[in-house]
């Protein structure tokens, strides 16, 4: 199983950006797949989660409202779309899978990890 993660970048405050993670080696319709950020030093932070069939997701208070998790199943793939960037946006952000647990906002409840895509958003 292998996840890449790719999207990140700079933007201003107010800005959008939009993750995309592919998997590969495993049907992504039976994982749930999720985001989560992390700031050096500190633990990893749950964002956003979908689930296999992509019809129930979950997201973190803090990003409600301005992100959007999608996924597609055929092209193994799914987007983290991030509106109305704030500054506390600011971290590494991964993708992950996970066969067992729905929706989890644990991340020691995944057990596969793509490599990280830094979003950094300016004041």
């Known amino acids: 199983v292998q996840l890449q993660a790719s999207g990140g970048g700079l933007v201003q405050a107010g800005g959008s950006l939009r993750l995309s993670c592919v998997g590969s080696?495993?049907?992504?319709?039976?994982?749930?797949k999720a985001w989560f950020r992390q700031l050096p030093g500190k633990e990893r932070e749950f964002v956003a989660a979908?689930?296999?069939?992509?019809?129930?997701?979950r997201y973190a208070d803090s990003v409600k409202g301005r992100f959007t998790i999608s996924r597609d199943n055929a092209e193994n793939t799914v987007w983290l779309q991030m509106n109305s960037l704030k500054p506390e946006d600011t971290a590494v952000y991964y993708c992950?899978?996970?066969?067992?647990?729905?929706?989890?906002?644990?991340?020691?409840?995944?057990?596969?990890w793509g490599q990280g895509t830094q979003v950094t958003v300016s004041s």
């Open positions: 080696g495993f049907t992504l319709s039976m994982y749930t």
């Open positions: 992950a899978a996970s066969r067992e647990f729905a929706l989890s906002d644990s991340s020691h409840d995944y057990d596969h």
């Open positions: 979908i689930s296999g069939h992509g019809r129930s997701t």
